[in-house]
């Protein structure tokens, strides 16, 4: 119970975190874009059209983690967790477009660079990169590291601080230098940064829609912990998978003596619940078979400690 009262605490923070960061985000979106507009800068803009994504999937993720709040049903027997990996796809996917968008864009700046009002945007970018520091900082706060929603949102928002320094960089290099091309190239370094953000967030949410293992798991510790356990002869049919950001499941077929009684049984279970819980799996599901059939009539048990039943 101390562990899911914790992941509602930290759930509940993300969820605040993403709001407040939803809300000043669309805010200088906003004024940013208007000042890329009437400051002719492609720096200011594309870091504009990425808070645009910023907003957006800030606003996905706390739909994301309202939606997830829903009780399981018969319908959803895991709830609705997993809209949070969705919504990750969905941001992950976002910044790879952006990043091609501002390629484009950048091309066409290279060949006949326009005139940029380097005072003004230079302004706006700084005012940008205060404003992202804080929303960064914000996030930070937020379970960045399991969370991959909350990642998503923290990595859209860090491409968005660099290209507010881009900006500034591009806005000097113009003042002191009359260099114009800086203003496109800026774009196209946050391109650059955006495009790895997005591949990364994309590639992780999709391995966890796979139903592959998660990488804070290692496969040969939890099977060295189950054949630890003392009765388990051996385990087959082993699947590891997330079900959303921080929350792991285990399934698996467990081989043990012959002649255990219920309460045997039952104590076997739990002592490899506790021990999977700190490897990181907080829900278990093992099926015990007896040595002589392996694959035959067996007694079902669930790591939670429900009653047994003839399978």
Request: hydrophobic share 50%.
């Amino acid at each position: 119970m101390g562990h899911d009262h914790g992941h509602d605490h930290t759930h509940g923070a993300n969820k605040k975190a993403l709001l407040l960061s939803f809300v000043i985000i669309t805010i200088y979106m906003i004024i940013e874009a208007i000042g890329g507009f009437l400051t002719n800068s492609l720096a200011l803009l594309s870091d504009a059209g990425h808070m645009l994504s910023d907003a957006v999937s800030l606003g996905v993720g706390v739909l994301a983690f309202t939606i997830g709040e829903k009780v399981a049903n018969y319908g959803k027997t895991y709830g609705y967790k997993r809209i949070e990996i969705l919504a990750a796809v969905f941001n992950g996917v976002t910044l790879l477009l952006i990043s091609i968008y501002i390629f484009y864009e950048a091309y066409h700046r290279f060949m006949e660079p326009p005139e940029v009002a380097s005072t003004g945007m230079l302004l706006i970018a700084s005012i940008g990169l205060v404003v992202n520091i804080v929303v960064a900082w914000i996030l930070m706060r937020g379970d960045t590291e399991d969370n991959l929603n909350l990642r998503a949102a923290f990595l859209h928002v860090l491409g968005d601080l660099l290209g507010s320094v881009g900006a500034i960089v591009a806005a000097l290099c113009i003042i002191f230098f009359g260099w114009g091309w800086a203003d496109p190239l800026a774009s196209v370094i946050v391109a650059i940064l955006v495009l790895i953000s997005g591949w990364r967030v994309t590639k992780d949410a999709v391995h966890i829609l796979m139903e592959g293992t998660p990488k804070d798991v290692e496969l040969d510790e939890i099977i060295e912990a189950i054949e630890a356990v003392e009765g388990v002869k051996g385990i087959h049919d082993l699947h590891v998978w997330s079900i959303t950001s921080g929350q792991n499941a285990l399934s698996c077929h467990a081989v043990v003596d012959d002649g255990l009684t219920i309460e045997e049984c039952q104590s076997l279970l739990r002592c490899i619940e506790h021990d999977l819980d700190h490897l990181g799996i907080g829900h278990v599901t093992i099926q015990l078979e007896g040595a002589d059939h392996p694959h035959g009539d067996s007694w079902m048990c669930d790591g939670h400690g429900q009653s047994p039943h003839k399978h």
